[in-house]
Nanobody, 119 residues
């Protein structure tokens, strides 16, 4: 069982920045991909950003150019740098990790962390 612990959330004014961190309890050597999702009140959970084991990244259109996902394999941590934050970025952000469990994969979730952007 992989434990994912998020940190770095909080309250920020529109236009501000936050950096979320997600620390994994297991080495990233067997990590297939890691991602950040978010869920706003009354809305479905949506994919925000993903980074693969090869380092490829992909972003939701709503955050392109403002958010950056990165990882530190030594620290077993994935980051989400969020700049130019908007009130519509307010949500609970979840870290997600997919690990190889040959012949399958297994997905794990963090507990979620609140990000609130005030106008």
């Amino acid at each position: 069982q992989v434990q994912l612990v998020e940190s770095g959330g909080g309250l920020v004014q529109a236009g501000g920045s936050l950096r979320l961190s997600c620390a994994a309890s297991e080495s990233m050597l067997s990590m297939n991909r890691m991602a950040w999702y978010r869920q706003a009140p009354g809305k479905q959970r949506e994919l925000v950003a993903v980074i693969t084991s090869g380092g490829s990244t992909n972003y939701a259109d709503s955050v392109k150019g403002r958010f950056t996902i990165s990882r530190d394999n030594v620290k077993r941590t994935v980051y989400l740098q969020m700049n130019s934050l908007k009130p519509e970025d307010t949500a609970v952000y979840y870290c997600n990790a997919e690990y190889l469990r040959i012949p399958d994969t297994r997905t794990y979730w963090g507990q979620g962390i609140q990000v609130t952007v005030s106008s």
